[in-house]
């Protein structure tokens, strides 16, 4: 969890007036091309059964999640955390 811990901050580093200015003027409909962009190059690369670059879209997706979530608490509304609660509580019930 240290290296995630460490990403979330980084996320929130980008994102913070000392951050990135590009990271910082995005919202979540600006997101959504790179989203499914990303969803897809994801999805070519199981379907070529090329493992590397399966890890890298799953990192690329990963920071999709950690994007939409620290624009989400920016905002009050929910955090990465949130997100991890909501499904730990849905695996847990469906299992």
Known sequence: MKNFD????VMAL???????PWDRKQTHQTLLKYLYEEADEFKR????????????E???????VLFHSQIAKEKDRFSID?????????LTLRH
């Open 82 to 90: 949130h997100v991890i609660k909501t499904l730990i509580r849905k």
């Open 6 to 9: 460490q990403l979330v901050r």
């Open 58 to 64: 799953l990192g690329d997706l990963l920071l999709q």
């Open 14 to 20: 980008l994102r913070s007036p000392k951050g990135c």
């Open 45 to 56: 690369s199981v379907r070529k059964k090329d493992y590397a670059n399966m890890e890298e």
